[in-house]
């Protein structure tokens, strides 16, 4: 008794037994089952029907227990995915690294693992750094907790009982508001360096702070994510920004010295102070839109990430007396070129990105039909959005936002107006294309082959 008050004060966490959960029941966790897809219900109870357990685990029960609905739910069961995939009409074995079923109703997509063994004592194969590269051994409940990245995604609900199992205090955590990784962190980085992304994007997004020993390897072991295939990279960045907490996880990412090197991308939004305010209002309202439901283009987060790179080359050309729309083209197959090296940009994403950069210097005609034909440009409203961040940030007068939202929003006769009124801008040039220079790296739209997609979240990622 006496031991266990002095390891509280001490803030020691009870040593249990890591092979039994602690068992929670409805009264204590306090999960609302209607926050709970039915169809994840469903499928629990066809897996428990045909012998087998099954539970929701993952964010979605992380999520439950802050009483958030979860956007979507992963199912933890011990039937093997030929097993799972019997038992469901709409049922897809995915992945090859790590191979899971995707279970379909509707439009609802479930994604079913089966439990896996422990990686840290099996054999699975790992690169020179420790990164383990494919891992398929299945295994006791308790082992697939284990190798759970967080103590607060370690947690598994089951719907018949309500009852939450628990192997790793998250519940505790949940209630602290502590992120902290499972095992000993510098082995979990070396087998997986993504989750050092991953520790920035829940603790930013969940505003949970990071436990010491948590966060203590990250800066040392930042560089291990140039290890990692590119593609990867960019999805576990896509879903930092697009958390709604881009900002903050931006922030985060510089303080524990996460961007620097291994993503050029960040070092040179963050490095500079001019870019700073316009990245600044970029994420501040694609966090506002995310927060409010709405949907946000990977094409016009990366334009704005890279916007003074672009316009640093840009100046840069045409300095060296290229004209300015040739000179736009150039600067942005050199950004696109460099990035892609480190990031792999889809070729969809770096195609938008060239289409908002292009239309940059076309809002500065303002006399003749040039606004009208612009207002015809399928990605107009992109356009616009990212001139109006431009003004906004200081880079441009505002004069020309407003003229154009009057533009924009204007009936015949008040756009006749403003033409009429409107100044052409010192030195546009309307002539010249875009010169090319020999051949580019990637593919025509200056994005590298990347046909997949962008992944769905924990597919063949973990
Ligand atoms: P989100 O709400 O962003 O989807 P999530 O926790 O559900 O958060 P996912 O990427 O969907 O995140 O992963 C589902 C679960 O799989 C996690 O909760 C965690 O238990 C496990 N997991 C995912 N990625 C890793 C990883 N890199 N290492 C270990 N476990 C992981
Ligand atoms: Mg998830």
């Not at 040179?268 to 305010?277: F, R």
């Not at 441009?396 to 015949?412: K, R, S, V």
Request: charged share 30%; proline share 6%.
């Amino acid at each position: 008794m006496i031991k266990k008050f002095i390891r509280k004060i001490l803030g020691v966490k009870d040593e249990r037994d890591p092979t039994q959960p602690v068992i929670l029941g409805a009264e204590e966790h306090g999960i609302d089952p209607k926050l709970l897809s039915p169809n994840a219900v469903r499928v629990t109870q066809t897996l428990q029907e045909a012998g087998f357990k099954a539970f929701v685990v993952g964010g979605a029960v992380r999520d439950l227990l802050l009483g958030v609905k979860p956007k979507d739910f992963d199912i933890a069961t011990d039937a093997t995915p030929e097993e799972v995939k019997k038992l469901f009409r709409r049922a897809f074995i995915i992945g090859r690294r790590f191979q899971i079923v995707h279970v379909m109703f509707g439009q609802e997509l479930l994604e079913v693992t089966t439990f896996r063994g422990n990686a840290v004592n099996n054999n699975a194969p790992k690169d020179e750094h420790g990164r383990v590269l494919r891992d398929n051994n299945f295994g006791p409940q308790h082992e697939d907790a284990e190798r759970r990245d967080f103590t607060i995604n370690a947690m598994y609900y089951d719907p018949a009982t309500q009852s939450v199992l628990d192997y790793h205090g998250g519940i505790e955590d949940i209630r602290a508001r502590i992120l902290r990784i499972i095992g000993q962190p510098e082995a979990r980085y070396r087998e997986d360096p993504v989750r050092m992304l991953r520790v920035v994007r829940f603790a930013a997004k969940l505003q949970f702070t990071i436990e010491p020993a948590t966060r203590a390897p990250i800066p040392v072991m930042a560089p291990l994510i140039n290890n990692v295939p590119a593609a990867r990279v960019f999805d576990e960045m896509l879903k930092l920004l697009q958390s709604g907490h881009s900002l903050a996880c931006l922030k985060e990412l510089r303080a524990s010295g996460l961007h620097h090197g291994l993503l050029p991308l960040l070092d040179v939004v963050l490095e500079q102070p001019i870019g700073m305010k316009f990245v600044t209002l970029a994420l501040e309202s694609t966090d506002a839109r995310v927060r409010a439901g709405k949907g946000v283009s990977a094409g016009f987060l990366f334009a704005s990430l890279l916007w003074h790179q672009v316009l640093e080359k840009w100046n840069a050309y045409r300095a060296a007396n290229e004209a300015p729309i040739p000179a736009l083209h150039l600067a942005a197959d050199d950004v696109l070129d460099n990035q892609t090296d480190s990031l792999a940009l889809q070729r969809r994403i770096a195609t938008d990105m060239r289409d908002i950069w292009a239309m940059q210097p076309r809002f500065e005609r303002r006399t003749g039909k040039a606004p009208y034909k612009l207002l015809e440009h399928p990605r107009f409203r992109a356009g616009f959005d990212f001139l109006l961040l431009r003004c906004e940030s200081g880079e441009l007068d505002a004069e020309l936002g407003n003229w154009w939202a009057t533009f924009y929003a204007g009936d015949i006769a008040e756009r006749e107006r403003l033409i009429n009124t409107a100044r052409e801008p010192a030195g546009a040039d309307k002539k010249k294309r875009p010169r090319r220079r020999g051949p580019r790296k990637t593919g025509e739209d200056g994005g590298v082959q990347h046909d997949a997609g962008v992944q769905a979240a924990g597919t063949d990622d973990e």
